[in-house]
């Protein structure tokens, strides 16, 4: 009689040397940090009593290997006694494609040796013999009517053996069937039927364990413990544990796009390129009066998306000259265009971006010249991040060379994408968009981002309207998040309005506070959300009453400043700042940093937004930055309260937008070294806030009209709770 000597982590009992864990650690190579968070997800499954209203959670981050790790979890599921597995996939035939093609890779061995089955439900034969179902069993389903009912179908009518087994479901991109705040009454009913379909087939199954896998977890952690919604009453979805994905230092995500960018030693400060928001109107839908489509390589209009072409033909350029130089084989490139859902919008685009790149390609061989100032004009602005890299970069002369060469030979694809058949058709063997030529423009709307992989990607123009933003829906957009070489993001450039970037940063701001505090707290930590009531009182909110766009997170050292304001003129607020220089210098004698009361502060900051123009430059959202003063200085021990500290700076003269990339400045804080106002904020603001005031010149050759004023910044304390702050919240 043969012995099976079976290695057991003795803690949760779990088989971890077993056939199916251990070969895909092998091909893996697992981190010990990834072997950690499938070990304590399968052992967290088999210790809770998941459901769809108390799942697990698998918690990543966008293109993070969020899918890598649930696969480990379904092989060491193998090994511990489970023999079916259901991955529940967004509702898009592509997705599930590569989820399909991603399982059989991984998989691939033991489907060879007749140990696992893997079929896409739609596809699953009506004859599986015994000896197949003795399998072990992976099933991909779609999140869609049809798919679960086929689903239905296999597990209690063609093969009802298959209940009896003990199944693992795995609902991937778990945000999509989850409950939204703002859907349509019928996206709400159609949501519904979709979870009570997945919910009434986990219930029939004997045993069954259900873990979501998600990098946008929002609308399950921070929903209210119910929701009605025109008529209709949902329990929310409350998670029975979290174990977070670990995510490597080579990935490239939310703190690179919207942290980093705004270090100046880092490749990542040259990133983000402002377009305005006339641009995407003109981008909307043809329209000769406000844009000729003849004047598409002169006409300034729309200046940001042919130098968004341009950039990106010039990147791809540099990066194929550079795998040639090192040997290697030549990479293909990849561009998204995505700024509206319509398909109108899509074709007026790609006629644009057409007529660019013909017009490139006649002048390449008759005006040269104009060519050669465009692309030297890329080849400038490339330079300036590849060379804080050790690396090599060519010379501009090989770099235009081939850039003619490429137009010349027609190496530049744009294909418009705007429904599910046009993916399909455009899907490579592995489930991935297909990069047919060296450089491929992609133009499209919501196809895009529902989790297709998209290779190489550097470039990304972006305008969806940010007043319907959701935050699950904003990120899962971020199709340039992922493990990227560092050499391609030098080349990589993200072009989007001032306001959807600063959506966007808040979306970042608010995703670390969660996932900080659930690292800090476990799956029973949260994030406190307040909003101030019509008593003007800060009270708890609701986080279904969030408006995205109008959220302020405050957190440990958290700054909060204006940018991209305009002064009024001289003429008009001269007085006002000779009456802040009066308050303040009542307050503040010299360099020396000083406690003040709230009421004085708050003054202040209300005369120093009277003199920043409100019909020109970015608004300042004064009312936010002063609720926000106020909860900082209120909620701290009661010796203290009340009080802010203020450190005073004169005779300061920054430029308003920045020469080396053309953004806003937003540091006035920090231009003198290391010995700046912030460092000496974060010295003292242990308990309560500090509020920094920095007289301005305002000079006009500075970029401001030649008023002098004042640019406060207030520094949340060391001491801060993680919260969310809204000064307006959705009726």
């Not at 968070?37 to 052992?43: A, D, M, P």
């Not at 990542?268 to 406000?290: F, G, H, M, N, T």
């Not at 990066?319 to 040997?327: A, M, N, T």
Request: charged share 30%.
């Amino acid at each position: 009689m043969e012995v099976v000597l079976l290695v057991i982590d003795q803690k949760a009992k779990l088989n971890v040397k077993g056939l199916f864990y251990k070969q895909l650690d092998q091909k893996n190579v697992y981190s010990v940090e990834t072997k950690v968070c499938i070990e304590n997800t399968l052992r967290k499954l088999i210790e809770n009593d998941t459901s769809l209203s108390k799942p697990g959670m698998l918690l990543g981050k966008i293109q993070s290997g969020k899918t890598r790790t649930f696969i480990g979890v379904t092989a060491l599921s193998f090994d511990n006694g489970y023999d079916v597995a259901i991955i529940l996939t967004k509702g898009t035939k592509a997705l599930a494609q590569q989820t399909y093609e991603r399982l059989k890779t991984e998989f691939e061995g033991f489907k060879y040796d007749d140990v696992v089955q893997i079929f896409d439900i739609m596809s699953l034969p009506d004859n599986l013999t015994n000896y197949e179902l003795d399998q072990k069993m992976i099933f991909i389903v779609k999140k869609q009517k049809d798919n679960l009912k086929r689903l239905r179908k296999a597990l209690f009518e063609t093969y009802p053996s298959l209940a009896g087994k003990r199944v693992l479901m795995i609902d991937d991109e778990a945000d999509f069937a989850s409950v939204g705040f703002t859907k349509t009454k019928s996206e709400i009913i159609e949501i519904k039927v979709i979870a009570g379909q997945i919910d009434g087939i986990r219930q029939e199954l004997l045993r069954c364990d259900f873990l979501q896998v998600t990098a946008t977890p929002y609308s399950l952690y921070l929903q209210p413990e119910n929701i009605e919604t025109r008529g209709f009453i949902f329990k929310p979805i409350k998670p029975a544990f979290t174990e977070l994905v670990p995510v490597p230092k080579e990935y490239i995500g939310g703190d690179y796009y919207f942290k980093e960018s705004g270090e100046k030693n880092s490749v990542a400060y040259y990133l983000y390129k402002p377009i305005s928001a006339d641009e995407l109107v003109i981008l909307k839908k043809q329209d000769r009066r406000r844009f000729k489509i003849e004047e598409a390589l002169k006409n300034n209009k729309i200046r940001s998306l042919r130098q968004a072409v341009i950039n990106f033909i010039v990147g791809g350029i540099i990066r194929r000259i550079q795998d040639k130089q090192e040997g290697k084989r030549q990479s293909k490139y990849s561009f998204i265009i995505h700024t509206e859902q319509k398909k109108q919008s899509h074709e007026w685009q790609e006629e644009v971006v057409t007529e660019i790149k013909e017009q490139l390609c006649q002048v390449a061989e008759e005006k040269p010249e104009l060519l050669i100032d465009l692309v030297k004009e890329s080849y400038l602005n490339l330079k300036q991040s590849l060379f804080l890299l050790d690396c090599f970069i060519p010379e501009f002369e090989n770099v235009k060379y081939e850039v003619i060469q490429a137009l010349r030979k027609d190496h530049i694809m744009i294909t418009k994408v705007n429904s599910e058949k046009d993916v399909n058709e455009l899907l490579d063997d592995t489930g991935q968009l297909k990069l047919r030529v060296p450089l491929n423009i992609f133009i499209g709307g919501q196809i895009l981002d529902r989790g297709i992989t998209i290779g190489n990607l550097i470039g990304f123009y972006y305008g969806r309207n940010p007043k319907t933003f959701q935050q699950d829906t904003v990120l899962q957009h971020s199709r340039m998040f992922g493990y990227r070489p560092i050499q391609d993001l030098a080349v990589t450039r993200f072009y989007t309005t001032k306001e959807i970037y600063d959506v966007m940063y808040k979306i970042h701001e608010f995703d670390t506070a969660l996932r900080t505090a659930i690292e800090k707290g476990g799956d029973s930590n949260g994030v406190v959300f307040i909003q101030k009531d019509t008593a003007n009182k800060i009270i708890p909110c609701s986080p279904n009453k969030i408006v995205m766009s109008q959220i302020t997170t405050l957190k440990p050292l958290k700054r909060l400043l204006p940018v991209g304001f305009q002064t009024r003129y001289k003429s008009y607020i001269s007085k006002t700042v000779e009456e802040i220089d009066k308050m303040v210098d009542s307050l503040v004698k010299g360099n020396d940093p000083v406690l003040i009361d709230l009421k004085d502060a708050i003054s202040i900051i209300k005369k120093i937004n009277q003199t920043f123009d409100q019909n020109d430059g970015e608004q300042w959202d004064v009312k936010a930055f002063i609720s926000s003063m106020e909860y900082l200085a209120n909620n701290i021990p009661e010796q203290h309260e009340g009080k802010v500290w203020c450190i005073v700076r004169k005779g300061r003269n920054i430029a308003r937008v920045r020469k080396s990339t053309g953004r806003y400045e937003d540091a006035p804080d920090t231009a003198t070294g290391t010995k700046n106002e912030f460092n000496i904020a974060k010295n003292i603001a242990f308990e309560n806030p500090a509020l920094i005031l920095t007289r301005q010149q305002g000079s006009d050759d500075k970029g401001w009209r030649g008023a002098e004023f004042w640019w406060p910044v207030l520094v949340a304390p060391i001491s801060t709770k993680t919260v969310i702050f809204t000064s307006e919240a959705q009726d």
